[in-house]
């Protein structure tokens, strides 16, 4: 059996999924978009890639969701996408109404997937979608702390000159301007990141790290970061399919972890075949645990104005 991935959203993030599952040959792809003809052409272009880069896959591009069927993942990128001088919250409500459709249509075809959302703002996005699909909560699964952590690691290796393989880095919280990079358990094989640059240097590399989104938004102007994005997702796809078992840092549904209720909040977790096999809970310093519940509250505030919104739908 072939496995087969649905990655709903045809824009940047999408696109580029879509492109690294198969050269990674991890699955049959279905690529989803509103917009007439792009997800077809984009999915067209990409099996004619395969000759060439040697990969065997199907991939496909649609409008509706009729081909998606029986998809183990559907990674959902659909949404609009930061634009200079628009945070990731400005986005929730527009976002919303996109997440709350493409959710009912995915879960029409695939009841059993495993989901992984991308789209902004990301863990308030992740709640829409379980609240939507019922999915339990090992099925819904947010794209962030890799992401963060792969910036954080490149920043780090960058700064010391040594292999990015090398650096391991924690990153928990809401995927934002509050995340908390956890520098005590980040390390350069082994040696701990205190004991290889100053406070001030670390204070700078976490700085960059928190804005390491903005910082592509104000280059590019018309769009956000996708290269790193999609090549995080697909990271925690190949996780789920291969039933890899890695231990990456994402947005899972706390249900009492780290103290905190009902809320999408980044965490390491272990993710298998079976999605979300484990929640880590690492013991915090104070100072950690307190920029952990900002962070939470952070995204319990968009939860709040989402509320009214989901009981009313
Ligand atoms: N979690 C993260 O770390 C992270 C990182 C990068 C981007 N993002 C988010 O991912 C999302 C996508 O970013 P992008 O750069 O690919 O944007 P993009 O504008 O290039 O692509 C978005 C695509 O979604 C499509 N779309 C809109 N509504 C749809 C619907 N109802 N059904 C199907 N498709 C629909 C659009 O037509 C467009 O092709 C944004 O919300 C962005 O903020 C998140």
Redesign the pocket.
């Known amino acids: 059996m072939r496995n087969k991935v649905t990655v ?8 580029s999924c879509a492109l690294n599952v198969a050269f990674k040959e991890l699955a049959d792809v279905v690529l ?4 007439e003809g ?1 997800p077809q052409g984009k999915g067209l272009d990409m099996l004619q890639a395969g000759p060439i880069e040697g990969y065997d896959v199907r991939v496909t591009g649609a409008n509706d969701y009729g081909a998606t069927a029986n998809s183990d993942v559907v990674v959902i ?6 634009k200079p001088g628009m945070s ?1 919250d400005d ?1 929730l409500m527009a ?1 919303y109404e ?1 997440i709350k ?2 959710t009912e249509q995915v879960v029409k075809y695939s009841p059993d997937a495993i989901l992984v ?4 703002p ?1 863990d308030a996005m992740c709640w829409v979608a379980q609240k939507v699909s019922k999915f339990p909560r090992n099925r819904v699964i ?3 702390g890799v ?2 952590t792969a910036r954080f690691r490149t920043f780090i290796a960058e700064e010391l000159s040594v292999s990015i393989e090398n650096v391991t880095a924690v990153v928990l919280g809401g ?1 934002g301007d509050t995340m908390v990079p956890v520098v005590r358990l980040s390390n350069v094989s082994g040696i701990p990141l205190t004991e290889l640059m100053d406070q001030g240097t670390l204070d700078r590399l976490v700085a960059r790290t928190r804005n390491g ?1 903005a910082e592509i938004v104000k280059y590019l102007k018309t ?4 290269y790193a ?1 999609a090549a ?1 997702a697909v990271e925690m796809v190949e996780s789920i399919l291969k039933d890899k078992k890695k231990v990456l840092p994402c947005a899972a549904l706390l249900e009492g972890e780290y103290g905190i209720h009902g809320l999408f909040v980044g965490v390491p977790v272990k993710l298998g075949a079976g999605g979300i096999e484990k929640i880590y809970e690492i013991h915090l310093t104070a100072e950690e645990q307190a920029m952990l519940a900002h962070s939470a509250s952070a995204v319990q505030e968009l939860i709040d104005v989402l509320t009214p919104k989901m009981a009313s739908a």
């Open positions: 709903v959203g045809g824009g940047n993030v999408g696109a989803v978009d509103i917009l792009v990128t659909a949404g609009l996408a930061r990731r986005l976002n996109v459709n493409v959302l991308v789209t902004n990301l947010g794209m962030a992401l963060d995927h989104g769009g956000s970061a996708y994005p995080a």
